[in-house]
């Protein structure tokens, strides 16, 4: 089954970090835009950010803005979320899908989600 997994997710105070990491499972991420979302309890979850293949255009959510960055290493066939001055509202289920690019919005290969945590 072609999905994603991803990692790096867990338990931080607030003001703190994490680095996610997505990597694909049975294909390559060189030809695909990669997105990040999040769906907190009792949300909807919420794209944060993509990046296209050229790995220099991206879209970042005003939420995040100025915490998060994406970034994607093809050689590695990785895609990372790097969060910073994490808050509590940061709390939820973190995901990333695959497009043909980020203005397109329809999204396929999603995985199971890695958990974040924020406590105050």
């Known amino acids: 089954q072609l999905r994603f997994v991803e990692s790096g997710g867990g338990s931080v105070h607030a003001g703190g970090s994490l680095r996610l990491s997505c990597t694909p499972s049975?294909?390559?991420?060189?030809?695909?835009?990669i997105g990040w979302f999040r769906q907190a309890p009792g949300k909807e979850r919420e794209e944060l950010s993509c990046?296209?293949?050229?790995?220099?255009?991206?879209k970042v959510a005003d939420s995040v803005k100025a915490r998060f960055i994406i970034s994607r290493d093809d050689a590695k066939n990785t895609v990372h979320l790097q969060m910073n001055s994490l808050k509590p509202e940061d709390t939820g289920v973190y995901y990333c899908?695959?497009?043909?690019?980020?203005?397109?919005?329809?999204?396929?290969?999603w995985g199971q989600g890695t958990q974040v945590t924020v406590s105050s």
């Open positions: 899908a695959a497009t043909p690019a980020c203005t397109v919005g329809t999204w396929s290969y």
């Open positions: 049975g294909f390559t991420t060189e030809y695909y835009a």
């Open positions: 990046i296209n293949t050229d790995a220099r255009s991206t």
